[in-house]
């Protein structure tokens, strides 16, 4: 018999409308945008159901918003199915989502949780506003041809390995002059580039000091041993200690997301029912090319 692990999606998948049909439905729903409105200061929920899109996409907005409407989706998973919520053995989320599947596992509460992902957002547009940036995503690439490209782009800026998202589909970020130069050669290599509408090059170097100080943020929040294995982004690997996990988070903001590679760890692990559970279905996408076989639901209030 196969195990059951949950996915948490991260920046990119929210959408002006989510979780609105969830707060008339399911009231724990409904409680956690109404505490996000209290701990944040602004009216979170009104922004998700409501809009405008140009302020729910921005970075120090988004994250918060996906991190409340994943979780406000679990408990309509936990209304819903309880079965499923009590028979998942494991968990991850890409990037932001990481936060998600640590408050799940309860190794953060969700104030806790929703605290740091707020100073992470407020962080990391700082980083990005400092320095004029950007990702592109190279199609139908494998890694070694994404790597030339990598290597030969960054003779005219800073260009690093942002995404291992699944085969033939690796994000690349660094500067604008960088990006443009990776687009022409992964042209000429034969794959397809797209340039994606974020605010700077997530997961490099260039996001220092945002990594200080979610680290900083970090230290102040109750982190406790997750009661199901959590796979890192950054090694694709379990950690269990609360200082392991603060560490691992503070890297993952410089660091590539080695999002196959977790799954691929997972379904070693036994996994072969999986479930998305947040805005959109990115991450079922990206499934279907990692391995056509495993099985993999979204949970959201999309139609």
């Known amino acids: ?66 991190f409340v409407s994943s979780l406000a989706a679990l408990e309509m998973l936990r209304s819903d199915s309880p079965d499923v919520v009590l028979g998942c053995q494991m968990a991850a989320g890409l990037s932001l989502g990481e936060y998600t599947a640590l408050v ?3 190794a953060m509460t969700f104030e806790d949780g929703l605290q740091v992902v ?15 940036s950007g990702m592109v995503s190279l199609l139908l690439l494998d890694r070694e041809k994404v790597e ?49 509408a974020v605010a700077g090059a997530f997961h490099t170097d260039l996001m220092k000091p945002a990594d200080s100080q979610l680290g900083e943020a970090l230290a102040k929040a109750t982190i406790k041993r997750p009661e199901l294995p959590v796979y890192s982004n950054v090694d694709a690997a379990v950690h269990e200690t609360p200082d392991e996990i603060r560490q691992i988070l503070v890297r993952q903001v410089v660091s590539p997301v080695l999002w196959e590679d977790c799954v691929r760890a997972m379904m070693a692990a036994g996994a072969d029912t999986f479930y998305e559970i947040g805005p959109g279905k990115v991450l079922k996408g990206l499934m279907k090319r990692i391995d056509r076989k495993a099985s993999c639901a979204t949970v959201n209030d999309s139609p």
């Open 1 to 66: 018999m196969g195990k059951i692990a949950f996915l948490f999606p991260g920046q990119g998948a929210q959408h002006v409308g989510m979780g609105k049909t969830l707060v008339s439905k399911y009231p724990a729903a409904k409680a956690l945008y109404d505490r996000a409105n209290e701990l944040l200061g602004y009216d979170l929920a009104s922004l998700c159901f409501e809009g405008p899109a140009d302020r729910l996409d921005s970075t120090v907005i988004s994250q918060p918003a996906i």
């Open 104 to 106: 799940f596992t309860g």
């Open 118 to 132: 707020k100073r992470r957002g407020e962080a990391m547009q700082a980083a990005a506003d400092k320095t004029p």
């Open 148 to 196: 030339a490209v990598v290597r030969e782009a960054s003779a005219v800026g800073p260009l690093h390995v942002a995404n291992y998202l699944c085969p033939g589909n690796t994000v690349v970020s660094g500067s604008v002059a960088a990006c443009e130069k990776a687009v022409e050669l992964a042209e000429q290599a034969g794959g397809k580039p797209v340039p994606l």
